[in-house]
């Protein structure tokens, strides 16, 4: 199995993110959806956080990139 590289993982955490985002507005448009729409917003995002810790872990920081906060 061939390892990604640092960056490419990150990129996918950052995709996560968005898409975590965007089910989050569609949560606050859609009130019958809102409360499974916003938890699976924030376990998207958890999933994201997972992935930074992962990479900062097993492969050291990547220099230049900026992980969430939150």
């Known amino acids: 199995m061939r390892f990604m590289p640092a960056h490419e993982i ?3 955490a950052k995709k996560l993110r968005r898409v975590s985002d965007s089910l989050n507005v ?3 448009q ?3 959806l809102a409360e499974a729409l916003s938890i699976l917003s924030g376990n998207v ?3 994201a956080s ?3 810790v992962l990479v900062e872990l097993r ?3 990547e220099p230049g990139f900026e992980g ?3």
Do not use: D, Q
């Open 10 to 12: 990150l990129l996918e």
């Open 26 to 28: 569609l949560s606050t």
């Open 30 to 32: 859609h009130a019958p």
């Open 45 to 47: 995002r958890h999933s």
């Open 50 to 52: 997972l992935l930074e």
């Open 59 to 61: 492969l050291g920081p």
């Open 68 to 70: 969430a906060s939150n």
